[in-house]
Nanobody, 124 residues
Framework: QSRFVESGGGLVQPGGSLTLSCAASGFTFNGVAVAWFRQAPGKEREGVSCIDTESDSTHYTEYAKGRFTISRDNAESTVYLRMNNLKPEDTAIYYC?????????????????WGQGTQVTVSS
């Protein structure tokens, strides 16, 4: 089964940091763009950030700019999301998925290989 396995979530205080990992399982990781999404309680899933195949181009949504950093290690088939200065509104389940390139409108229908997600809770 082709999917991602997300990890690294947890409980963190406001202002804290976390690094999420997204490991590819069962498919070729090279040659695809990878995006992070999140879904907060009671809300629709939304895009967070995307990185292209060779890390030459990255995209961040407004709430991620300046606080989150996406990176990838093609040798390890893993994408990372470093999140700094976390806020309570960042509380969500974080997912990653692939596409041929970064669709920065983050339409879910064009992304594949969704994982089960990792829970991030920002609370004091």
């Amino acid at each position: 089964q082709s999917r991602f396995v997300e990890s690294g979530g947890g409980l963190v205080q406001p202002g804290g940091s976390l690094t999420l990992s997204c490991a590819a399982s069962g498919f070729t990781f090279n040659g695809v763009a990878v995006a992070w999404f999140r879904q907060a309680p009671g809300k629709e899933r939304e895009g967070v950030s995307c990185i292209d195949t060779e890390s030459d181009s990255t995209h961040y949504t407004e709430y991620a700019k300046g606080r989150f950093t996406i990176s990838r290690d093609n040798a390890e088939s893993t994408v990372y999301l470093r999140m700094n200065n976390l806020k309570p509104e960042d509380t969500a389940i974080y997912y990653c998925a692939t596409a041929g390139w970064c669709f920065t409108d983050y339409q879910e229908r064009v992304y594949n290989n969704w994982g089960q997600g990792t829970q991030v809770t920002v609370s004091s």
